[in-house]
């Protein structure tokens, strides 16, 4: 099953609708994907993007410039875009929020419907599903199997991989080069990113003497985990910056409330008062900080691959440098 840069179908499906803060580092998640494309010289017209909340690129540059020739779609149109494709591979690739109903879209995208659209293309040889998003692990464990018309079991070409299990993920810090010294930086979805990073610097991981899924996988899923580490230390710091700072507010309450019970002049103590409410504001959020970062730090993403079998068989050919 080799991937080509003319026979392969690529397809982004992102999930924004419970986002409130920083959507646009899903967008930057998709936008780095499709600059990992254009790097291997994919058609325009053979990537597909499916957005549930677009309304704009933002003030974004990099994903501007590197959304401008799509049309985005909406998430109605994915079940066509399944069914419909033309090409002999598609790889999918999710992005954006998942919870335990499934992808992180109103109403979510269960596996259950996935399987039965890409089981209606009957033109497809091989499926890639790769899940970026928390609790990717609900798209797992689901059968591969099909009844042929001799009563016969037999697989179907399709595997699905996880960036992690029945649990949160973490995004982290990345910056980018992308052109002649022009930088990007975002909370990128890590597993994503690393799966990416290995299409524009392939590696044989298992020595087969090919560029397969199941070395993208492993690279992925390798690399995920030794930033996992570091991200964890650079929490553990910032823990206990905070706790150090937490320690000098609360002292400084003390002296003031100690101080304020003694004091007559009403001048004075309008502003111990103020000074007070101050420092119990910076109380308040240094406790959100060190309650949101320990809660991170506990998080362990365990990357999951269903169908091994197909994951080998899946070549990638898209470069002359590619074997």
């Excluded at 992308?178 to 994503?192: K, L, P």
């Excluded at 409330?257 to 111990?272: A, G, S, T």
Aim: hydrophobic share 40%.
């Amino acid at each position: 099953m080799n991937l080509k840069n003319n026979n392969t179908k690529w397809l982004f499906v992102c999930a924004l609708a419970y986002e409130r803060k920083d959507k646009s580092r899903h967008l930057k998640d998709v936008a780095f994907g499709i600059f990992a494309l254009l790097k291997n010289k994919i058609p325009t017209e053979n990537i597909e993007i499916v957005i549930d909340e677009f309304d704009e690129y933002e003030d974004e540059i990099f994903i501007q410039q590197m959304f401008c020739s799509f049309e985005i779609k909406s998430m109605d149109k994915l079940e066509q875009i399944i069914s419909e494709c033309q090409n002999e591979n598609l790889i999918t690739i999710f992005l954006g929020h998942g919870n335990e109903a499934g992808l992180g879209t109103i109403p979510p995208i269960k596996s259950h419907q996935l399987m039965q659209n890409l089981s209606n293309n009957k033109k497809l040889k091989s499926s890639a599903l790769i899940f970026g998003q928390c609790y990717s692990g609900v798209f797992n464990y689901v059968d591969l199997k099909k009844t042929s018309v001799l009563g016969e079991i037999e697989n179907v070409n399709i595997c699905l991989i996880g960036g992690s299990h029945l649990n949160s993920s973490l995004s982290g810090g990345i910056s980018i080069d992308y052109a002649n010294g022009v930088t990007t930086s975002w909370c990128a979805n890590i597993f994503i990113y690393y799966f990416f990073d290995w299409l524009i610097f392939p590696s044989d991981i298992d020595g087969d003497n090919r560029y397969t899924l199941i070395d993208a996988f492993k690279y992925a899923g390798a690399r995920t985990s030794q930033k996992l580490i570091l991200m964890k230390k650079e929490l553990f710091n910032i823990v206990s910056q905070a706790q150090l700072e937490l320690y000098k507010i609360r002292s400084e309450l003390r002296t003031l409330n100690n101080e304020l019970d003694d004091e007559f002049d009403r001048e004075i103590i309008v502003e111990k008062e103020q000074s007070i409410f101050s420092l119990e504001t910076q109380e308040e959020s240094i406790n959100e900080i060190i309650d949101l970062h320990i809660e991170l730090s506990y998080i362990n993403q365990d990357p999951w691959i269903l169908n091994t079998d197909i994951a080998r068989k899946i070549v990638f050919n898209l470069r002359d440098t590619l074997i």
